[in-house]
């Protein structure tokens, strides 16, 4: 997986990163008399320019921070950039995600760019115990079913959570009818899963969400306990519980091609390597 260096502004919230700006303010001073001829102060103003900016440049890198700048992986065909290592600030623990994979999600046969995806796991649980040899489809739906992941949406263009949220549950219905045909739900699980699906669908606002604002959307890690169901959440909306649905709500980024042809591939590539 390629690690490139990029700032990434992140919208504050009650468990979202915070934004982090640095700015850097240069000032000049005038010509000497010497330098009143218009050709000697041009060479004179390109050489201090480019001195000021060589001192500046050596006193950044020279810096302790530096060393402690975040990674991250551009989405090549919108640009937008994801941390190689995202922690997400919680009143409860969380683990430190890892990047595995990132895509961009388009529609219509324009193939109109709607959002990139970032796709993170903890990777580093130690429960997690798959075998090198695996096939990346079974690495994904190991990992999606025993351990926390994040899903990171980043839109490329203004849209509205009314419109991500229909996304979302023709994903879901196409997964239950899917899953009712391969015999891996029953019809208990599926009558269960209709309330948390119906608190997920009335979650989403009405309002925009602007270009560029990410959203988080949380798989928590199973708890064994099969009282507390895994919970879906979704960054200052809420949260929904109920197994079937948090866990496929993920998996249906990851079935066949995926909802983001290019997330599943990147998200094959990256996974290729890992396991025991």
Not at 59 to 84: M, V, Y
Not at 140 to 157: E, F, G, Q, S, W
Request: hydrophobic share 40%.
């Amino acid at each position: 997986m390629s690690h490139i260096l990029r700032p990434l502004a992140l919208r504050a919230s009650k468990w979202s990163s915070r934004t982090q700006t640095r700015r850097f303010i240069n000032s000049t001073t005038g010509p000497s008399k010497s330098l009143r001829n218009p050709m000697l102060w041009g060479a004179a103003s390109v050489f201090s320019a480019a001195y000021i900016l060589h001192q500046a440049t050596t006193i950044h890198l020279d810096t302790e921070e530096a060393s402690r700048l975040p990674e991250f992986e551009t989405d090549p065909a919108t640009a937008i950039a994801f941390p190689t290592n995202l922690r997400i600030p919680s009143k409860f623990p969380l683990p430190n995600f890892s990047l595995v994979g990132v895509g961009v999600r388009t529609v219509s046969f324009l193939g109109i760019k709607v959002y990139s995806v970032g796709f993170y796991a903890d990777l580093a649980n130690p429960k997690l115990n798959i075998p090198v040899t695996a096939t990346p489809d079974e690495k994904i739906d190991y990992i999606v079913r025993n351990t926390a992941c994040v899903l990171r949406i980043v839109p490329t263009r203004n849209t509205s959570y009314s419109h991500l949220r229909d996304g979302f549950m023709r994903a879901l219905m196409a997964r239950m009818q899917l899953s009712l045909k391969r015999g891996s739900i029953t019809q208990a699980e599926e009558a269960e899963a209709q309330s948390p699906l119906r608190k997920l669908k009335s979650m989403f606002p009405t309002t925009a969400l602007t270009k560029g604002t990410p959203l988080d959307i949380l798989l928590t890690e199973p708890t064994g306990d099969p009282d507390r169901p895994r919970s879906l959440i979704i960054r200052d909306m809420g949260c929904v519980e109920n197994d079937w649905v948090a866990t496929e709500f993920v998996l249906a980024y990851f079935e066949g091609d995926g909802i983001s042809p290019p997330l599943k591939k990147a998200t094959v590539e990256g996974l290729t390597p890992f396991g025991k």
